[in-house]
């Protein structure tokens, strides 16, 4: 059942995003569950979120560790927020660890491990998303986002502009995307960023002096995490963390592929310079 309110068996059955689940664990954030594991099985599976019974209200952030290694980290989602499906090795381990950690605050942070279950099918090796090449991606234009959301697309700055400019603190997801320009590709201040399975090319402005731009720049940021994604050209930039690390908030750089980030300016004529 979910956790439900203040009464004892006030709970419902879990709910996800429509979809019930007959069995499974119903929490309140904050909540630690831990298990000892005796290598019987492969990996632990659910379907996890906040229940239904809360709308589109509350925020907390799923992790799954495995002997006190992270293995999955939900990022923080909501009511609205669509269902994951964490599948983690557990391999070998001996204890796993269920955590639920509050956003800004704890109302309505009912939160389901629906259908958790330990499983003796192995989990998949996480992916990296290959480098794009120009004849498999059509670029559109740039983007800008004025609030929360998961966004996946292709975008382009044709100029030393950013070619994506986050310009709200509402948790933002950009994933499945292919992002290029000559400027930095991903920009933001008070930032709650959420980047995944996302190819990114940093390009030589062609302007004497200037070299490749970052791919990410983040200031002033609340929660950056970038993972399974793939950039050329350019690196990560944050400065001034201000998001609240009680809550979850921080930095994460996962499984990531950085190539070709080597500082040469550009000589304005098509070629570079030393620096």
Do not use: C
């Amino acid at each position: 059942m979910s956790n439900g309110e203040s009464q004892a068996g006030d709970g419902r059955i879990l709910t996800l995003q429509g979809v019930t689940h007959a069995k499974g664990l119903g929490v309140h954030a904050g909540s630690t569950i831990v298990y000892p594991l005796d290598g019987t099985y492969s990996s632990f599976k659910a379907d996890v979120g906040l229940d239904d019974e809360v709308g589109s209200q509350g925020s907390a952030s799923f992790q799954v560790w495995v002997d006190g290694t992270l293995r999955f980290d939900s990022g923080e989602v909501t009511g609205d927020s669509a269902t994951q499906k964490p599948f983690v090795d557990i391999r070998g381990a001996r204890e796993l660890k269920l955590v639920v950690t509050p956003g800004a605050s704890t109302d309505f942070d009912h939160a389901d491990w629906a259908g958790a279950r330990l499983s003796t099918e192995v989990a998949p090796t996480p992916t990296v998303a290959p480098a794009p090449t120009s004849s498999t991606v059509t670029y559109g234009g740039k983007l800008v986002i004025s609030r929360g959301g998961t966004y996946s697309g292709n975008w382009e700055s044709p100029d030393t502009g950013p070619a994506v400019s986050i310009q709200t603190t509402e948790p933002v997801i950009i994933e499945n995307a292919n992002i290029r320009g000559k400027g930095v590709l991903i920009v933001g201040f008070g930032i709650n960023l959420t980047v995944r399975n996302t190819r990114g090319i940093s390009l030589t402005p062609n302007i004497a002096g200037r070299a490749a731009e970052m791919a990410i720049k983040a200031e002033d940021f609340r929660n950056l995490r970038v993972e399974n994604s793939t950039f050329t050209g350019g690196g990560i930039y944050v400065r001034r963390f201000i998001g609240d690390q009680a809550a979850g908030q921080g930095i994460k750089i996962l499984r990531n592929v950085f190539i070709n980030i080597d500082g040469r300016k550009s000589d304005g004529a098509g070629g570079t310079r030393a620096a």
